[in-house]
């Protein structure tokens, strides 16, 4: 949609309050839900395909019905049944991010897709602090990966600055110069750098979305607000990466038990914002990242269902490219955290993922939980389970799920970045955690 018909539309919706619209988000899922038979049987995490199919209408209905929130001005923004059928027809450019050596083009996956799916890994937004902020992020790009989700800056010369504070700005800088540093330390200079993290102000974003900070070629964020709503920064990042011709990437983390109340409704506005991200925004890639209310972790059960039947319903019905970023519940560089991440992994070669992001330890609630440990585990698990079969693949989620299943209300705690590393090499006590885990995989 272009944005001057956004505003039109902006302009001439009607009046509905935020809280109004949470309540109509969480009413239509759920009667939606029952009128399109979508249920979770509080078991299994992979999806039936008939209830994907009908998932991806659900969703569609839901679109329709709620609206995009305006957030600023309390607007909504309708959508039509013509809209959605005009971006499904659109004939979409393969994405591609990265340069020289380093670029790759985002492919279509389907699932059980003997491709790869694109491996980023990275903090995520995570904080990581300013001691170790160039080596952990040199340890992720040392993997075999194709870019880095980068982490938040904790600290400035040792000093914590607020979202409006002006010397955020330099934070914001500093993460940016100081990820790319770790890349060309790495031997990979045209890495494609995902953020950027240590900012929520729209003109901070901008400010380094440019040749000497996030290029074309990079990926600029352009996150909404969670539940199917747009804001003022939304449409300030569409116009500014529009006009430059930079990559982007939208997404959401829909959270389970707030106002999508259930597996089933999470599943259906998981799959409505990808639909709306690609309205509003056009991006490279749309990302999501669902979260349980109570756990902040996209791994427990009934989330990971959610996410992987709207996966499917996009993958089966769409061209439409996404990503999934993994909020482990356990901390990084433990058993769990490693039977979380495989879960995840394979539940995305299933469901016919493009992309897959992370994983960070702890929800990303702690400090300096993500390192080349997980992405060397990533990778590890992509070499052995890419090219099965579905039913192979199937079997190894449902095994894998089972064995953190029970651990979730007293998840271990992990160990941070200085205690997974001795410099720039995980620690032999690690390396074997992680075999022993691949072994079992295997």
Known sequence: MEVKELWDRIEKGEKRSEQEHDIKVFMESERIAKEYEIKWNGEDVLPDEEMADSLFNAAIEFLVSVGIHYVDEEKVIQITNDDVDALLQEKRPVGKIGEGNEAIE??????????????????????????????????????????????????????????????????????????????????????????????????????????????????????????????????????????????????QCPILGIYAASPEGLAIVE?????????????????????????????????????????????????????????NLAGMATTMNLWETVAQVLSDIYTGREMIIGPVGRGANRPDMSSGFDSMFVNKVLDTFCGMSCDAIAESIESAVSKYRDDIPASPEGVPFKECYDGLKPKEEYLKMMEDVLSEVA
């Open 106 to 251: 985002i492919e279509r996956r389907k699932p059980c897709d003997s491709k790869r799916p694109v491996y980023v890994g990275g903090p995520v937004g995570g904080a990581v602090s300013e001691d170790i902020f160039k080596d952990l992020h040199e340890s992720i790009a040392r993997e075999d990966v194709y870019g880095i989700y980068t982490g938040s800056l904790e600290t400035y010369d040792g000093v914590q600055y607020s979202a409006k504070n002006p010397m955020t700005l330099l934070t914001v800088w500093r993460e940016v110069e100081w990820a790319r540093e770790a890349c060309i330390n790495a031997g990979k200079p045209g890495l494609a750098l995902f953020g950027p993290s240590s900012s929520s102000q729209a003109e901070q974003f901008l400010s380094v979305a440019n040749p000497t900070g996030l290029r074309q070629s990079d990926v600029s964020e352009v996150y909404m607000p969670n539940e199917i709503k747009i804001n003022r920064d939304v449409i300030i990042k569409v116009i500014h990466h529009g006009k430059v011709g930079n990559n982007t990437i939208t997404g």
């Open 271 to 327: 799959t409505a914002e990808a639909l709306e991200g690609y309205l509003v925004v056009s991006p490279t890639i749309h990302s999501t990242g669902p979260v349980h209310m109570d756990y902040h972790a996209s791994s427990i059960p009934e989330v990971l269902w959610a996410s992987n039947i709207a996966s499917l319903a996009l993958s089966r019905n769409s061209e439409l490219t996404t990503a999934r970023v993994y909020w």
